[in-house]
């Protein structure tokens, strides 16, 4: 397992400068609310996957400043730097094994689970952030998932400004009918095979966790049975003037959801709030361990501002883990474990 060793970033959102040695275990970083924490795990999660969680490259630049750079080290002695300097180019710059992309390879993207204060809030948000949720996750194990992703939300407005348009005819929408079937498709299939591995394994997780003998389960809202691209096919051409008139499309991967059930009735009807946020703690586990039984890779960890919103048992709990971990908070937990305290002020 490789780990962060060294993490320097410049330009950095409300950073200028800063420089700090990580823990292969579990590093804490802490600080008020403003100071900077979630820019780190930000620029940690660009270094590993190649784009921000949080915004576009852009956004990350410090006010007043012509361009932002990001270092990472590794314990094998290998290192890799990120730039941005928008005068001279739109795009990032990546730096590893002494190699420039203007996008991260494949090759070099570093698993990661990140668990953000909206992960908690996962099952009573909208559809979007469910499917978002398990796209992130799926992306990172298959890299077609991720390309497919984009081809099909291109495909998407393409067909949504024809529908805004007065006069548009049945063969204009074809192609991208054509299009949006065959990327949904593939998209439909592979969040169905995930969202079935997790359901696999959901249970088990969630009783751990609370140690109950309640039954917990998730499902994909649309079934995948038969010719998937046929049926969306069929599906897109029969909505055609119901789309027209909403001047968006209102059916397919882009509309599923991902659904929760707490002893055989909805999660969100029946689970306490407390019962909500272990389901949610067992998805995250259940993250890390799949993305590890598939790439045999520990993924590093990264805990955005979660701590003060759980509990002291599932807090510990999560500074349980075997992979490297680190976490910003407000405040240090009260723990036997050991780890290393980085202080912004």
């Known amino acids: 397992m490789s780990v962060v060793t060294k993490l320097s970033v410049q330009n950095i959102r409300s950073h200028d400068s800063f420089v700090t040695d990580l823990s292969p275990k579990t590093t804490i970083i802490t600080g008020i609310n403003g100071s900077g924490k979630t820019s780190l795990i930000e620029a ?19 006010n007043n400043k012509p361009w932002w750079r990001i270092d990472i080290a590794f314990d094998d002695d290998s290192k890799r730097v990120i730039t941005f300097d928008p005068s001279r180019s739109s795009k990032k710059q990546f730096i590893i094994d002494e190699k420039i992309n203007y996008r991260m390879p494949i090759k070099h993207k ?32 298959d890299p077609l998932y991720s390309a497919t992703l984009h081809k099909y939300e291109r495909a998407l407005k393409q067909r949504n400004n024809l529908l805004k348009k007065p006069y548009t005819q049945y063969d204009e929408l074809f192609v ?25 394994q959901l249970n088990d997780s969630y009783n751990a966790i609370a140690r109950s003998k309640d039954f917990v389960s998730v499902h994909y809202s649309h079934t995948s049975i038969g010719d998937v691209k046929q049926k969306l096919m ?22 599923h959801d991902v ?4 002893n055989n009735s909805p999660a969100l009807s029946v689970a306490s709030r407390g019962e909500v946020r272990t389901i949610v703690l067992a998805l995250k586990f259940l993250e890390v361990d799949i993305i590890e039984q598939i790439t045999n890779i520990k993924p590093i960890i990264l805990l955005d501002d979660v701590f003060s919103e759980l509990d002291s048992k599932r807090q510990e709990q999560l500074l349980n883990s075997d992979n490297q971990t680190i976490i910003t908070t407000t405040h240090k937990p ?11 002020k």
């Not at 915004?55 to 990350?60: L, Q, S, T």
């Not at 069929?234 to 509309?255: W, Y």
């Open 44 to 62: 940690i999660y660009i270094a590993l996957q190649g784009t921000s969680f949080k915004g576009a490259d852009k956004d990350i630049l410090r």
């Open 110 to 141: 570093y698993p990661v689970v990140l668990f953000e204060p909206d992960d908690l809030r996962l099952l009573n948000g909208s559809p979007t952030r469910r499917r978002q949720f398990i796209d992130r996750f799926i992306s990172q194990l």
């Open 176 to 200: 991208w009918n054509v299009a949006l079937s065959e990327y949904g498709a593939y998209i439909i299939e592979k969040r169905t095979l995930f969202i079935e591995q997790i359901n696999s």
């Open 234 to 255: 069929h599906e897109f051409h029969a909505q055609m003037e119901r789309d027209k008139i909403l001047g968006n499309t209102s059916v397919g991967p882009h509309r």
């Open 259 to 262: 659904i929760f059930q707490f």
């Open 334 to 344: 009260i723990t036997k474990n050991e780890y290393q305290e980085i202080i912004i």
